[in-house]
């Protein structure tokens, strides 16, 4: 099992443009987010899914867009990136119960 | 929301000896689980352990057990016999039984944990 996969590792994005983080596990769980780490702030939620089909948003949704078309896959894109989207960011996934959160190795995104 | 404390942002140890990391937490609820988790330098999340809020009986994971005072909403990590490969920054999340918000998780700020040869 490959668990949760998360690319790429890094990257370096100028004011204004656009990108996809890509995220897709094979534990067939439900339940699926991303969240961006910034140092001193621990862990916020952008946006979740709870199955496919089915989002919503976090704690910091503005900038970021989200699709769940299939059970596996859950792309987050940045529209317009800003410096301000410089961070680390995390995609989780689990069962949608009280089970823990699985997550991917992480993104270091820079936006110049 | 619920709310997650963690109001030690670094600690250090000495190699062998153990190491308490607090965590508290705000909730209305009364069913949910408790999680703590390890970030290395290699940015991975591990978990560590993990808590149901029914249970009286608190959790152990080899050398890393909990003190879970539900009362106080109080949830801290004791690393005993701690070693090298303990050093990390640790994360206290919470998840709640709310299947509206997809039982969503709550994390605290974290801790640094340094280790002293």
């Known amino acids: 099992n490959a668990g949760v996969t998360q690319t790429p590792k890094f990257q370096v994005l100028k004011t204004g443009q656009s990108m996809t983080l890509q995220c897709a596990q094979d534990m067939n769980h439900e339940y699926m987010s991303w969240y961006r780490q910034d140092p001193g702030m621990g862990l916020r939620l952008i946006h979740y899914s709870v199955g496919a089909g089915i989002t919503d948003q976090g704690e910091v949704p503005n900038g970021y867009n989200v699709s769940r078309s299939t059970t596996e896959d859950f792309p987050l894109r940045l529209l317009s990136a800003a410096p301000s989207q410089t961070s680390v960011y995390f995609c989780?996934?689990?069962?949608?119960?009280?089970?823990?959160?699985?997550f991917g190795q992480g993104t270091r995104l820079t936006v110049v | 929301a619920q709310t997650v404390t963690q109001s030690q942002p670094e600690m250090s140890v000495q190699e062998a000896e153990t190491v308490t990391l607090s965590c508290t937490y705000d909730?209305?609820?009364?069913?949910?689980?408790l999680f703590w988790y390890k970030q290395p330098p290699s940015r991975q999340m591990i978990l560590v352990i993990r808590q149901e809020a029914y249970k009286q009986q608190n959790a152990t994971e080899n050398r890393f057990s909990v003190n879970f005072q539900k009362a106080a909403k109080s949830f801290s990590l004791k690393i005993s016999d701690s070693q090298l490969g303990d050093a990390a920054m640790y994360f206290c999340a919470y998840r709640s039984p709310q299947i509206n918000t997809g039982n969503q998780f709550y994390f605290g700020t974290g801790t640094s944990l340094t280790v002293i040869p």
């Open positions: 909730t209305s609820e009364s069913d949910y689980y």
């Open positions: 989780a996934s689990s069962y949608s119960d009280f089970t823990e959160a699985f």
